[in-house]
């Protein structure tokens, strides 16, 4: 058992681009845990990041030997910061481990594996939550509370887009990725209008881009624009792509309007409303992110952004995609 004040021991799992610049890093502002293990498939990266971290030998794993840390009491939460399609068996076999999981957005690539990732983190008394770092943010528990406390009037409808030109690595692999731009940036599309209102989507209807790129862009959309409809007759219109730079949040309410924009970056938001301007201090939106999940499994008390959130949307994303084949409206 350890001692109350102790920080809690987080191993990242998979030392890619996100590990890299942004876990880390926010690992050594974090008050509540630390950076205490890594698991790689990459033997230069394993050595790179002892000596860099001070990271003891006996913290490090690879993706085979990766169950043994059962039996090491230095490791608390396990965080899976693998590709897509990886999601499942690593947050499966962390909580087969006996360790709390974060697990990377989104949190597996059908709601089935969403399913049994919940199942095994309840077997195991473990605690899970997903890699929603926005919940941690100021600017946007700001659109939440202008949103759901209905500030400048109830929300009528939203419009959100988020783009990056030329992703690279397991982003363009189908089967990694599960799809493409709406699995990897359209999900904070999918976020942000469901925490502004308050409200799960009733009906969602899809529409692929234009195909410019086919052999980029192979099994997966190049773009996508979906509308999800919410009661009240409440709607977002959305749009995510692999082919532009796009990163937008805004909300038409009774008496006004809010925005982001930037609206999903680490840092450098900039929020406005038809009341002025949205100012705050930036944060470490990650080393809050972890923090507050230790101190969730601390208190034993609920995480703000749980596995049924990760699987709720899983779904969503899964019914905007069998809109866009079917070109037909799907209810939810
Ligand atoms: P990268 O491609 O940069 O890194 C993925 C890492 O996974 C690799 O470096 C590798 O680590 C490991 N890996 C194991 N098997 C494979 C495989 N077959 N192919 C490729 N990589 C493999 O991805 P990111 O770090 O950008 O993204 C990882 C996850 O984090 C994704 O789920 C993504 O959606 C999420 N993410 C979330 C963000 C957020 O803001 N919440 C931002 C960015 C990403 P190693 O070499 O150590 O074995």
């Known amino acids: 058992m350890k001692h109350r004040s102790a920080k809690l021991g987080v191993a990242l799992v998979g030392l890619g681009k996100y590990s890299t610049n942004q876990l880390a890093p926010a690992l050594q502002e974090t008050v509540h845990c630390h950076l205490a293990g890594i698991v790689t498939g990459e033997p230069g990266k394993a050595e790179a990041w002892r000596d860099k971290y001070d990271i003891p030998q006996r913290n490090i794993y690879d993706y085979e030997n990766f169950d043994t840390i059962l039996d090491n009491p230095a ?75 209905d500030v400048l009037g109830t929300v009528i409808n939203m419009k959100s887009e988020h783009g990056m030109k030329d992703p690279g690595g397991f982003r363009l692999n189908s089967v990694l990725a599960g799809g493409g731009p709406l699995m990897d940036l359209g999900i904070y599309c999918v976020q942000a209008a469901q925490y502004v209102t308050g409200r799960a989507p009733i009906s969602v209807w899809a529409q692929e881009g234009p195909k410019t790129k086919p052999e980029k862009f192979l099994g997966m959309e190049q773009s996508i624009q979906w509308i999800m409809e919410f009661p009240n007759d409440i709607r977002a219109d959305c749009r995510a792509s692999y082919d532009e730079d796009l990163d937008s949040f805004r909300a038409e309410t009774q008496r006004g309007w809010f925005e982001l924009q930037p609206a999903f970056e ?63 409206r799907v209810l939810l």
Do not use: W
């Open 266 to 328: 680490y840092g450098g938001l900039i929020g406005k409303s038809s009341a002025g301007k949205i100012v705050f201090t930036p944060v470490n939106q990650q080393a809050k992110q972890m923090d507050d999940f230790a101190l969730a499994i601390r208190e034993n008390r609920p995480t703000p952004v749980p596995g049924e959130m990760g699987r709720r949307d899983v779904e969503i994303l899964q019914a905007i995609y069998t809109s866009m084949k079917s070109g037909q």
């Open 75 to 149: 490791i608390d939460i396990v965080y899976v910061v693998l590709p897509n399609s990886m999601h499942a068996s690593f947050t499966i076999r962390a909580a087969k481990a006996k360790k709390h999981v974060i697990c990377e957005k989104p949190m597996a690539i059908t709601v089935d594996e969403c399913n049994s990732m919940i199942n095994a983190c309840v077997e195991n008394n473990v605690k899970l939550s997903i890699g929603y770092r926005l919940h941690f943010d100021p600017y946007h528990l700001e659109i939440m509370r202008l949103g759901q406390e």
